[in-house]
């Protein structure tokens, strides 16, 4: 019903950025609230950035906050993820996520119903 296909994943040194983005099918993406999360290996799935479906409220995690951006441009069915002074820790599988029906905040992984196949970034120190 909803396809989320993401792009921008990469290597990268400690400080620098890069840019994903996730372009979804569904036919009422403005209406969806939309979010980022990550998983490394062994840990569980971690809540990175989520954005309302008018651009409004953002909700970022502690660990990201100041660094990432989220945002939005629904002429686009497309979400994006501006990630600069990258830290090692960042490292980790990337996924965007889509939620159809109502939630609150959309900062937990049941929150969506929607994810992407996931994209790998690693931050060298």
């Known amino acids: 019903q909803v396809q989320l296909v993401e792009s921008g994943g990469g290597l990268v040194q400690a400080g620098g950025s890069l840019r994903f983005s996730c372009a979804a099918s569904g036919r009422t993406f403005s209406s969806y609230v939309m979010g980022w999360f990550r998983q490394a290996p062994g840990k569980d799935r971690e809540f990175v950035a989520a954005i309302s479906w008018d651009d409004i409220r953002k909700y970022y995690a502690d660990s990201v906050k100041g660094r990432f951006t989220i945002f939005r441009d629904n002429a686009r069915n497309t979400v994006y993820l501006q990630m600069n002074s990258l830290k090692p820790e960042d490292t980790s599988a990337y996924f965007c996520?889509?939620?159809?029906?109502?939630?609150?905040?959309?900062?937990?992984?049941?929150?969506?119903?929607?994810w992407g196949q996931g994209t790998q970034v690693t931050v060298s120190s």
């Open positions: 996520a889509a939620a159809t029906g109502g939630v609150r905040t959309g900062v937990q992984p049941s929150d969506y119903n929607y």
